[in-house]
């Protein structure tokens, strides 16, 4: 892929370029996909996770939006695993209720809720890539039995915005969850089309899917400022970076495992009535082998690491300075 070519990720653009009202018609597009009918943003607007003092290298970004229908649309990024991630999107959906209402108010006026959350690592154990959550009432006893309005005086309970709605479960929050590193498939329908630019910053130059006609405009690599783009690599490399310290944090942990495992292996081994120097020669070699096996491990990931820096299209002196490897390492990868 030629610089020419090449679109920001979604988690940077979602960050510096799609809190613009003038770029909307970028997320419209995604929330029109996965609502499945069109959809308008009328305002932006200013949540936790998208506030200036946050810096760059933060786990999450978010955007806060609110439709022509009053709905609103909450959009994260997750880049690295979080121990509490579903807690803490069911807080964010919660807040979002608690804030459209003031005491004293009726009920009627708080508006559904659409909460899209991306996450860019292995989640879950599914066979899908894309996931939506509803909220659906059935019956106890008789399992089939779908609760539904049947009259426009149940109706009447439901805000005008939402009129379309049949469901009483449907006044409820919806998920969906898209795992970026699930998706392996050639793009065909709109939703590959999106998971693909979410995954590999690819636009196809004949799209017709919506919100990547815009995204090609307004998100291309060479469109930006020098300024912008030297921030937008500072920003892939950060996102690597921390992306392996995490697996760093993981393979220690289970290198910690191994080696407890071996302590009590040695332990019981002299137990059994191994002789001393015997054990103490194994201890040594087994010191040497797990050295040089943490040497390899390092270099391995570094490579891992450099050659999906390069895939993104970063400049080999940056890859360098960040890995340690050589600049002619990284070429041959």
């Known amino acids: 892929m030629t610089d020419k070519s090449r679109y920001v990720r979604f988690d940077w653009a979602i960050k510096r370029i799609l809190r613009d009202k003038a770029n909307k018609e970028v997320l419209e597009g995604l ?7 069109p959809v308008t943003i009328t305002e932006i607007l ?12 933060t786990n999450r970004v978010d955007v806060k939006a609110r439709t022509c229908q009053g709905e609103y649309i909450i959009v994260e990024v997750q880049l690295t695993k979080e121990r509490d991630f579903f807690q803490r999107i069911l807080f964010g959906t919660a807040k979002s209720i608690t804030d459209q209402i003031s005491t004293g108010q009726d009920y009627g006026v ?8 991306i996450l860019y690592f292995d989640f879950g154990c599914g066979d899908d890539y894309a996931y939506h959550g509803v909220t659906t009432f059935r019956g106890m006893t008789k399992t089939e039995s779908v609760l539904r309005y049947n009259n426009e005086k149940e109706e009447r309970y439901i805000s005008e915005s939402t009129k379309r709605m049949t469901m009483p479960g449907e006044v409820f929050p919806e998920y969906f969850l898209l795992l970026v590193s699930h ?11 999106w998971m693909e630019y979410l995954k590999d910053a690819v636009i196809r130059e004949d799209t017709t ?12 690599f060479m469109s930006m400022t020098d300024k912008e783009r030297r921030a937008y690599e500072d920003y892939m490399v950060s996102v690597h970076a921390a992306r392996d310290a ?14 407890e495992g071996l302590v009590e292996g040695r332990a019981e081994g002299r137990a059994e009535g191994r002789a001393e120097g015997r054990a103490e020669g194994r201890a040594e070699g087994r010191a040497e082998g797990r050295a040089e096996g943490r040497a390899e491990g390092k270099y391995q990931k570094a490579l891992a690491v450099a050659r999906q820096m390069k895939a993104d ?8 300075r960040y890995t340690a490897l050589t600049v002619e390492e990284i070429a041959a990868l």
């Open 313 to 320: 299209g970063l400049p080999l002196q940056t890859i360098a």
């Open 246 to 259: 995490w697996e760093t944090i993981r393979d220690e942990s289970r290198a910690e495992g191994r080696a």
């Open 110 to 117: 708080i508006k559904k809720i659409y909460s899209v959350n």
């Open 31 to 37: 929330i029109t996909v996965l609502l499945g009918y």
């Open 183 to 193: 998706f392996n498939e050639v793009a065909r329908t709109p939703i590959e089309e």
């Open 46 to 57: 200013e949540s936790e996770g998208n506030q200036d003092a946050r810096e760059d290298k």
């Open 209 to 220: 899917t919506p919100g990547l006609q815009a995204a090609r405009e307004k998100l291309a």
